[in-house]
């Protein structure tokens, strides 16, 4: 029974590990990756479609990353939501393939990007800490319903503040991460 609680929570909290990374994802550094480009949606054929679903893209170098569109009339679009997203890319098409060079990041850019990273941060410690409380309340309801004494609840509030203490140490680190990879020029 306890075991199960502190699975769940474990579960919770990984995933929240998962989407700060997909998050983490998103902000850019001065390199080219793909996964800049994964919340970026299109109008295809009046369906709205991730660009990674009518397009490949690839890194062609540390710097620029190519777009090769399957059908070949949705060039315009692509070049269109590149254009129009807040990541602040301007593309190159050239024929049926689009370019999109990466800007140098400015200083002052690259803390914009490093405040955001610590707000993601913050948000993922935020969302391991409510799971951290839902467990604490079951292991309460548990110990009132006398399915379990007082020295096992505590014994598994220990537990989960333990894999807790994990969650955070893992967030911490991960940002640590991001911060060097935005420093770096």
């Known amino acids: 029974m306890i075991n199960d609680i502190k699975a769940e929570a474990s579960e919770r909290m990984e995933k929240t590990l998962e989407a700060l990374g997909h998050n983490f994802n998103k902000i850019r550094t001065g390199r080219a990756h793909p996964s800049l480009l994964d919340g970026l949606r299109l109008d295809y054929y009046g369906a709205d479609t991730p660009l990674n679903q009518v397009a490949n893209i690839n890194v062609e170098d540390a710097r620029t990353l190519t777009v090769s569109a399957w059908d070949k009339s949705m060039v315009p679009a692509i070049e269109k939501a590149i254009l129009k997203s807040d990541l ?73 503040q333990k894999v807790t203490d994990g969650f955070i140490a893992r967030i911490e680190k991960m940002l640590e991460e991001k911060e060097a990879d935005l420093m770096e020029i």
């Open 88 to 160: 602040g890319l301007n593309p190159a098409t050239a024929g049926e393939v689009i370019r999109i060079p990466m800007p140098m990041l400015t200083e002052e850019t690259r803390k914009g990007y490093i405040r955001q990273a610590r707000q993601e941060a913050e948000a993922a410690r935020v969302s391991v800490r409510n799971a951290r409380r839902d467990a604490m309340a079951m292991l309460k309801d548990l110990q009132k319903e006398k399915e379990i004494g007082e020295d096992d609840e505590r014994r598994g509030q220990d537990d989960v």
